[in-house]
């Protein structure tokens, strides 16, 4: 069972960044694909950004693309989300997850059903 671990949450004002932080203490992401979800109050989950370990090969969502990065280091994680001029409507629950096999990135990157690991999640709070 592979354990996922967010952290890095918290309470920003509009405007602001955080980085938010996926590990998997004793497990290396070697062919996965590792996604970012939230979850606003009274929403749906939502897909938002996801990156293939083997080749660093990226997906974002519209809502976030330009605004957030998500990235690794050399030792494939922790996989990181850097989110940059954070609006109030970014308040969520953040969730990171992971997929068996790198080509999720490919064939269907932010399909929830896709991934195979979730973490609990952390609140990142956005205030105007």
């Not at 938010?20 to 497990?27: D, E, I, R, T, Y």
């Not at 979800?37 to 090969?57: M, N, T, V, Y």
Request: proline share 4%; glycine share 10%; with cysteine.
């Amino acid at each position: 069972e592979v354990q996922l671990v967010e952290s890095g949450g918290g309470l920003v004002q509009a405007g602001g960044s955080l980085r938010l932080s996926c590990a998997a203490p004793g497990f290396t992401f070697d062919d996965h694909t590792i996604g970012w979800f939230r979850q606003a109050p009274g929403k749906e989950r939502e897909g938002i950004a996801c990156l293939s370990s083997s080749d660093g090969s990226t997906y974002y969502a519209d809502s976030v693309k330009g605004r957030f990065t998500i990235s690794s280091d050399n030792a494939k994680h922790p996989v990181y989300l850097q989110m940059n001029s954070l609006k109030p409507e970014d308040t969520a629950v953040y969730y990171c997850a992971a997929a068996e096999g790198s080509i999720v990135v490919v064939t269907t990157p932010l399909f929830e059903a896709a991934y195979d690991y979730w973490g609990q999640g952390t609140q990142v709070t956005v205030s105007s």
